[in-house]
C-alpha cells in the first residue's frame, strides 16, 4: 500500500483557511517568510520523510533495539535519518535566525514535523525531546549550563531526555526518592532509579543530557521540594567535549506494544556515588521548570495521537476503495463483479467517523499550537489570553485526539477485516502505536483531574470564559445557511459546561475532592467533545469559503463530516451532562469487595 504522508490539501486548508496563517506573516518575527516559503519547508520535510523515515518504520517494529552488553544496539536506519533531520534544520525549525534556525512559525513548523511522526512516531520521538529539552535549558538555565549543552543539543551532538517517573510511584511526582546532593563545587550527586525513560540510550550523539527531578535533603516535602538538574550520561572537559561517563547506568530496556523503535529504559544515577548533576534555576522549582517540557510534550502527544489517527484512516480508505467484495443489497445478480467496499454504507459510517474524529484532532492540535504562535508574538494582552486558553485547553488536546484517534484506527482495522488485524498490513502497528498516547505523558484520568480540579478555577476561571468567547465569536461569524444548525447546536451546550461547572464548584467547596472530582471524566468528554464540535464549525465555515472547483469535493466532505459531528457524535455527552449535573456517584459507591 501506499505510505500514508499527511494530505497536503488538508494541511494547507488547516494553515492558511482555518487557522489564518498569513496574518502571522506580517508580524516581525515572521517577516522574511511567505506562503511560498512554508510551502518549500513543507516540500522538504515530505520528501525527507518518504526518503528517511518511512523506509525502516516497520522494520524497527519488527527488529527493536536491543540490550547487549550493558549498552543499546540500533538499527543504522534510525541514526541516518535522525543526521538527516539535523542537517535538513527541522530541530531548530522554530528557533531564531541567530540561533541558525528557520524561524518559521509555531503552526508551520509543526506542519513540517508532522510529516515525520506521521510515517515513523518512534524515530521522530528522539529530535522531538532532544529540542524540548533543549527548550527547558534555554528558558531556565543558567549561562554556563546553556555554553555547555544547549549548542551542543541543537546542533544534534547530544540528545536529550526527560527523567521523571520512578518505578514505585509512577505518575505520583510527590513521591519520588532520588536524591541530589550538594557539593563544594556547586554541583551535585544524584543518586536514584528512573523508569520508562523514552530515548534514555542510544547511539545517535556522542553524548545524552537527562533532565532529571531530584529532591534536595531539607527540602519542602512533596511537589515543592521537587528540583530540576541537567545530567549528562558523560561529564563534560575543559573543551566542552564528551569525558569520562558519569555513573548513569542504562539498567535495561522496556519493551512495549508500540512505539517499538524508540527505546525505552531503566536508568540508574550514582549507583557508584559519582553522579554529577548540575541544577536548572533555583532550588525546589524543578517542577515548574518540567512543566514547560511536560506541556509541550501533552501537545505533542495529543497531535501524535490526531496523526496516527489520520493515517489510520487514510490506510483504510485507500484499502476500501480497492478491496472489493459483495454487491449492493438489491442486487441478487451474482454473475456481476463484486463492488468495491466503499459502496457498502456501514463502511462508509466508519470512514465517515474516522474522518470526523481525525480531522477534528488535527485542526484541535493546529489550535493549540496557533495559540503558542500568539503567546510569542502577540500584543500583550492577546498573548496573555492566549497563555491562560492554551493552559485551560492542554488537556484537552491531549486526551483527546488521544482517546478518538485511537477509535479511529480500531474502525481502520474493521474495515481491513481480517487483515486488519495482521502484521502483513499496516494498520494493526498504527493501532499499536496509537494505544500508547492515551497513557504517555499523563492517563486520560489524570488530565480528568487536572481539568476539573485545577484548570477551569486559574485566574478566576478567566480561561473558561475566553474559550466560551472564542467559540461565540465563530458562532456569531457562521451566516451560511449549511452551517448555522452546527453553530446552533454549539451554543446551546456553551450554558450546559456553565452548569456542571458550577455543579462541580459547589461539590468541591462542600464536600472535597474525592466527591467533587469524581466525574472529572464525563467532563473533561464533555469539553472536549464541544471543543472538538468547535473545531469542525471552524473547518466548515472555512470550507464554505471555497470557491475554486477544483475544491468542490474537497469542501463538501468537509461539511459531511462536520454534519456527521453535529448528529451524531456532539449528542453523546448529554449523558455526561446529566450524570454531572445530578454529582452522580456510581463510582464512588462501588465496593471493593463487590468486583
Not at 500568539?374 to 485547553?393: K, Q
Request: charged share 25%; with cysteine; net charge negative.
Amino acid at each position: 500500500m501506499t505510505d500514508t504522508i499527511l494530505d497536503r490539501r488538508d494541511l494547507r486548508f488547516q494553515l492558511f483557511d482555518v487557522l489564518d496563517t498569513d496574518s502571522l506573516l506580517s508580524r516581525p518575527r515572521f517577516a522574511d517568510h511567505s506562503r511560498e516559503t512554508i510551502e518549500a519547508a513543507l516540500d522538504t520535510a515530505e520528501k525527507l520523510a518518504q526518503e528517511k523515515f518511512a523506509d525502516h518504520n516497520t522494520l524497527c517494529d519488527k527488529e527493536e533495539p536491543a540490550f547487549i552488553d550493558g549498552k543499546v544496539v540500533m538499527r543504522p536506519e534510525v541514526k541516518s535519518a535522525f543526521d538527516a533531520y539535523i542537517e535538513a534544520g527541522f530541530l531548530s525549525a522554530r528557533a531564531s535566525f541567530e540561533e541558525g534556525g528557520m524561524q518559521l512559525p509555531e503552526t508551520a513548523a509543526a506542519a513540517c514535523t508532522g510529516m515525520f511522526t506521521c510515517v515513523n512516531p518512534s524515530t521522530t520521538v528522539y529530535p522531538f525531546l532532544t529540542g524540548a529539552a533543549a527548550n527547558v535549558i534555554r528558558n531556565f538555565a543558567s549561562e554556563s549550563l546553556k555554553q555547555r549543552f544547549l549548542l551542543p543539543m541543537m546542533a544534534g551532538r547530544f540528545t536529550g531526555t526527560m527523567a521523571l517517573t520512578e518505578p514505585h510511584a509512577g505518575s505520583s511526582l510527590a513521591d519520588i526518592r532520588t536524591r541530589a546532593l550538594p557539593q563544594d563545587d556547586g554541583s551535585y550527586r544524584i543518586k536514584g532509579n528512573k523508569i520508562y525513560i523514552s530515548a534514555g540510550d542510544n547511539e545517535l550523539g556522542e553524548n545524552i543530557v537527562h533532565l532529571v527531578l531530584a529532591k534536595i535533603p531539607g527540602g519542602p516535602d512533596g511537589v515543592k521540594g521537587i528540583s530540576l538538574f541537567v545530567v549528562p550520561k558523560y561529564r563534560l572537559n575543559e573543551q566542552g567535549e564528551p569525558a569520562e561517563h558519569n555513573d548513569v547506568i542504562l539498567a535495561g530496556l522496556i519493551h512495549k506494544m508500540g512505539y517499538r523503535g524508540a527505546t525505552s529504559t531503566a536508568l540508574t544515577f550514582g549507583d557508584n556515588d559519582d553522579c554529577h548533576g548540575y541544577l536548572v534555576g533555583e532550588p525546589h522549582q524543578g517542577l515548574r521548570y518540567m512543566f514547560q517540557m511536560m506541556n509541550e510534550a501533552r501537545v505533542a502527544v495529543g497531535y501524535g495521537a490526531a496523526l496516527l489517527g489520520y493515517r489510520g484512516y487514510q490506510f483504510s480508505l485507500e484499502y476500501a476503495r480497492d478491496r472489493t467484495q459483495g454487491r449492493h443489497a438489491e442486487n441478487a445478480d451474482f454473475s456481476q463483479p463484486m463492488v468495491p467496499i466503499i459502496e457498502h454504507a456501514d463502511v462508509r459510517r466508519l470512514l465517515l467517523t474516522q474522518k470526523a474524529y481525525a480531522e477534528a484532532a488535527l485542526a484541535m492540535c493546529f489550535y493549540g499550537y496557533r495559540l503558542v504562535d500568539e503567546i510569542d508574538t502577540g500584543e500583550e494582552s492577546d498573548a496573555r489570553e492566549a497563555e491562560l486558553l492554551l493552559d485551560l485547553l492542554t488537556p484537552v488536546i491531549k486526551t483527546w485526539p488521544s482517546e478518538f484517534g485511537l477509535k479511529a484506527n480500531d474502525m481502520a482495522i474493521q474495515i481491513f477485516g481480517g487483515a486488519g488485524y495482521t502484521r502483513e498490513y499496516p494498520v494493526e502497528q498504527v493501532w499499536r502505536d496509537n494505544r500508547l498516547n492515551p497513557i504517555h505523558e499523563g492517563t486520560t484520568g489524570i488530565h480528568g483531574l487536572d481539568l476539573l480540579g485545577r484548570k477551569v478555577w486559574q485566574a478566576k476561571s478567566r480561561g473558561l470564559q475566553l474559550l466560551a468567547e472564542r467559540i461565540m465569536r465563530d458562532v456569531n461569524a457562521t451566516t451560511d445557511s449549511r452551517c448555522v444548525s452546527f453553530a446552533k447546536a454549539l451554543q446551546a451546550m456553551l450554558p450546559k459546561i456553565q452548569a456542571t461547572t458550577e455543579v462541580a464548584g459547589k461539590l468541591l467547596a462542600e464536600q472535597g475532592p474525592t466527591v467533587g472530582l469524581s466525574n472529572a471524566n464525563a467532563y473533561l468528554q464533555l469539553v472536549g467533545h464541544v471543543v472538538a464540535a468547535w473545531m469542525w464549525l471552524r473547518q466548515a465555515n472555512a470550507a464554505v469559503s471555497l470557491t475554486a472547483a477544483e475544491d468542490q469535493d474537497f469542501a463538501s466532505g468537509k461539511l459531511q463530516a462536520a454534519r456527521y459531528f453535529f448528529q451524531w457524535e456532539l449528542p453523546r455527552v448529554e449523558v455526561d451532562v446529566q450524570r454531572l449535573l445530578e454529582g452522580d456517584r456510581i463510582f464512588l459507591e462501588m465496593e471493593d469487595r463487590w468486583f
